[in-house]
């Protein structure tokens, strides 16, 4: 059967993309090789069939922020969005708390209390982000180069402080908290959600994540999907099929098919043949794209000499927990947050991210956590709660920098016993907390990559998000948007600028390019054909 349009994969970002082409008037199938939709934002029970577990991806702050997203008004499917009391906290094993609410007066005066001063310079730059925040990430969602959203960011640069708050935003994460506040709470708000990506945090970029990340935390909150994580994609879906889009789940592409230097098609493993009109767009990691789905012949030599070069970014071990009550902190946060990070100093936090990128497995790893009944009570029993952690491990492990225990061959056993290693760091924080679990899923980098291809190796961002393959040297250099070396082929995965995270941005890119060529096409088509008429005669 023919299409306008092959959307490979059923992930946010090919669920965003066949949703822009359906709204402008397109036929799109999409094929997705998993049994079911969502990428890595996917929910499930088989923790505990009493709890809901979101298997990858949990909180949505960019989608909260994502226009793309937000346009779709998916509320009218089924989507409902809810909040923790608290974004997120930070707890350290003096018994204090570093404390995000969204509540941006509440943030300061805990900061306040802790460290005179800090208060009123936490106001201070949430009025700044208010001023540049939004073309900024307008900017950054865009394709490079960001005209439009690059010249509203530069129109509001001197109200912030012009090439001040540039400096601010290329320093690593480290001086920024220290040129600006003076006690710990900020620092490590900052550092944290820098750590989401694997940007090193003494590197340049670290503080425009951590910046983007913990100013979305005070103005759009962390929110989940009301009753799982897979909501989300299921409500794109319905809405893909309500208005006259096909989905085929278990079907895996095993090839794009090229004519005279364009995408036709596709053809699955079983062997069966789609044809594309106008365009095919690869939610799918770029060294599949390059490497499995494209025959070598397709794309030129130095593509593939280049995508030698593609890193990708750290491994991943998830653990979650469902738990017989709540975490049972030492020390009580002032407000209960969804997530929390687990690290005694922003020093050990540097050090276990330096530890992952010279290859070994960190001794005392750096946590990304959540508290889900918390945020959302549907998600277990009255009194329980639904938990998660995850930590980046290295893609080549070199040794183990804690015990010796962990090999780094991510077999069930060698992920158990790292996740023995994240939960003593728990435990230190919340003692009794081990008592309290009645079950317990380890995802290591294998299982990861097993339950959804583009995680390979446990990488979540679809390569590194360290400067030297952002931008346009995404995912090679000299590509950086959605086109490819064939013509109607468009990636539009995390691999694409702008990356990884749950904003729809590379999916949107994609259709928003598939969209204009067509343009293009259709308007040189009648020129095209009068040349091939007067070279005939």
Not at 98 to 123: F, S
Not at 366 to 389: H, I, K, N, Y
Not at 406 to 412: C, E
């Amino acid at each position: 059967m023919t299409h306008d349009a092959i959307v490979i994969g059923a992930g946010p970002n090919g669920l965003v993309a066949a949703n822009h082409l359906i709204d402008a008037g397109w036929s799109v199938l999409v094929l997705e090789e998993q049994p079911e939709i969502g990428g890595a934002v996917r929910s499930d029970r088989s923790v505990h069939p009493d709890f809901v577990h979101d298997t990858f991806s949990t909180f949505y702050p960019l989608a909260a922020a994502s226009r793309t997203i937000q346009g779709f008004r998916l509320e009218e499917h089924g989507l409902r969005w809810t909040h923790a009391p608290a974004v997120l906290g930070h707890p350290t094993p003096y018994g204090d708390w570093a404390i995000l609410h969204r509540d941006r007066t509440i943030t300061a005066a805990l900061m306040e209390e802790q460290q005179p001063g800090d208060g009123e310079a936490w106001l201070e730059l949430c009025a700044a982000w208010d001023e540049i925040g939004d073309a900024l990430i307008t900017s950054l969602l865009t394709p490079f180069p960001p005209v439009r959203g690059g010249v509203s960011t530069l129109a509001k640069l001197r109200r912030v402080g012009g090439l001040d708050f540039v400096k601010t935003l290329l320093s690593p994460v480290v001086d920024l908290a220290d040129v600006r506040f003076t006690g710990s709470s900020p620092g490590l708000l900052l550092a944290g959600n820098a750590g989401h990506a694997d940007i090193p945090l003494d590197a340049p970029g670290s503080g425009l994540m951590g910046l983007m990340m913990t100013m979305l935390g005070q103005t759009v909150g962390f929110p989940v999907p009301e009753g799982g994580a897979g909501m989300l994609t299921r409500a794109m879906a319905s809405r893909l099929e309500s208005l006259g889009g096909q989905i085929e789940t278990s079907t895996r592409v095993a090839h794009v098919e090229v004519v005279d230097g364009r995408a036709v098609g596709v053809r699955t493993a079983d062997g069966e043949r789609h044809e594309a009109r106008r365009a095919v767009i690869a939610d799918v990691i770029a060294t599949q794209l390059y490497g499995d789905l494209l025959a070598p012949s397709d794309v030129p030599a130095k593509i593939h000499e280049r995508m030698q070069g593609f890193r990708l970014d750290p491994g991943t071990v998830k653990v979650d927990w469902a738990l017989d009550g709540p975490i049972p902190w030492a020390s009580r946060p002032p407000h209960d947050p969804g997530t929390f990070h687990v690290a005694d100093s922003r020093l050990e936090m540097n050090v276990a991210l330096q530890q992952v990128h010279a290859g070994h497995v960190p001794a005392q790893p750096f946590m990304l956590a959540g508290q889900m009944s918390t945020t959302d009570p549907t998600r277990s029993p009255a009194g329980t709660e639904s938990v998660w952690a995850y930590t980046h491990v290295p893609q080549k492990t070199v040794a183990d920098a804690g015990d010796g225990s962990v090999r780094g061959t991510w077999d069930a056993a060698d992920a158990e016993r790292f996740a023995d290693r994240m939960q003593a760091r728990i435990e230190r924080l919340a003692p009794g907390f081990g008592s309290r679990v009645i079950a317990r899923r380890v995802l290591g980098p294998r299982e990861l990559e097993a339950r959804n291809a583009n995680l390979v190796g446990g990488a979540i961002n679809g390569g590194t998000s360290q400067l030297q393959q952002e931008l346009f040297f995404r995912p090679i250099p000299g590509l950086g948007r959605s086109e490819t070396p064939v013509r109607g082929l468009y990636l539009g995965s995390a691999s694409a600028h702008p990356g990884g995270g749950v904003h729809g941005a590379p999916g949107m890119n994609a259709a928003r390019a598939a969209l204009a060529h067509h343009r293009v096409d259709g308007v040189l088509e009648p020129v095209r054909g009068v040349a091939r008429r007067a070279l005939r005669r």
